[in-house]
């Protein structure tokens, strides 16, 4: 079945640090790919999202590059702030499947920790 | 404000009890979800719906009951709370397309004791 890996927290970081955060998917098809941002004690909110293979997606300095060549969508930001301290989710749809029931499918989440 | 609206967001319940977690939406989406978040494991799916009248499970749906009779609603039913329930509850929906992503509630946290 579809299923999303991403690398394991927490990740620390120094302010201004590049951000790299993993995610690998398995699924048939061509399904959508999204990263959503937890921030402590509230909801999941959608960080940045991308429909098809080479799309990229990006947000408040955030990207991400759907590649089906290796079936990754890696999220990435040059340069960190302490207000990006969150959970970081990546997850798939399925969308995209003929008679699809649109089920978000989501990693374990991984913790960013920003120190100034 | 248009969004996933949840009640209560917090609840504490004994062994046994049942109780019901509401979920509205005022986006006129046709999906909606129910997710369990757990410490190390994500998000889960519980149950889902496709259209109102029109449900079916997701991966963790033992123990919790669902129905929609409105687009606007989705309440989730514990029909017999068990501590192993205790989580955090997030509610979502979407439209047809998928492509733009859940709306998400601001979640219930639940302590079954």
């Known amino acids: 079945g579809n299923s999303v890996t991403q690398m394991e927290g927490p990740v620390t970081l120094s302010e201004e640090a590049f951000l790299t955060i993993n995610c690998t998917y398995t699924a048939t098809g061509y399904p959508s790919l999204f990263w959503y941002v937890q921030y402590p004690g509230e909801g999941l909110q959608l960080l940045l999202k991308?429909?098809?293979?080479?799309d990229k997606g990006s947000n408040k300095g955030f990207e991400a590059t759907y590649r089906k060549e290796t079936t990754s969508f890696h999220l990435e930001k040059g340069s960190v702030q302490v207000s990006d301290s969150a959970v970081y989710f990546c997850a798939l749809s399925d969308w995209n499947y003929g008679g699809a029931t649109n089920k978000l499918i989501f990693g374990t989440g991984t913790l960013l920790a920003v120190q100034p | 404000n248009a969004g996933v609206t949840q009640t209560p967001k917090f609840q504490v319940l004994k062994t046994g009890q049942s109780m019901t977690l509401q979920c509205a939406q005022d986006?006129?989406?046709?999906?909606m979800s129910w997710y369990r978040q757990d410490p190390g494991m994500g998000l889960r799916l519980i149950h889902y719906?496709?259209?109102?009248?029109?449900?079916d499970q997701g991966e963790v749906p033992n123990g919790y009951n669902v129905s929609r009779s409105t687009t606007e609603d989705f309440p989730l039913r514990l029909l017999s709370a068990a501590p192993s329930q205790t989580s955090v509850y997030f509610c979502a929906s979407t439209d047809g397309q998928g492509v733009y992503g859940y709306t998400f509630g601001s979640g219930t946290r639940l302590t079954v004791v």
């Open positions: 991308a429909t098809k293979a080479d």
């Open positions: 986006m006129n989406h046709e999906y």
């Open positions: 719906s496709v259209g109102a009248g029109i449900t």
